[in-house]
């Protein structure tokens, strides 16, 4: 049955665009653009062996937006947090569960992202 997750892909007007804002915000690294007549349409980042990946909005029936979301996994949510106001990002505070500690925000195409820290090792 499921293996492992392949990849979690958001749309995008602006492929290059959201992809910059991920490289500047998150410190995503990106493989390199799948480009059509010089325009970005896809392209991906291998986080932890799972790919992240933006693509053209004329691609899929989904808006930006319409994700369902994703999670990235965190060393230090406290300071992820502050970093990213600190680039005048707008992070929900993080609240913790028995298990972990979250936080949510809106990327630059109005994707929700959540960042995630283990508290308690499973």
Sequence with gaps: MIKEIAFTAYPAKDVAGLRKWYEDNLGLKFSGPYEEEGVEKYNEANVGGGYFSVLTTEWTDRAPGSASGIVFEVDDIDKTVAD??????????????????????????????????????H
Aim: with cysteine.
């Design 84 to 121: 990213l106001r600190g680039k005048g990002i707008t992070v929900e505070d993080p609240y913790a569960t028995p298990v972990c500690k979250i936080a949510s925000f809106i990327d630059g195409e109005g994707n929700k992202v959540a960042l995630h820290q283990v508290t308690v090792p």
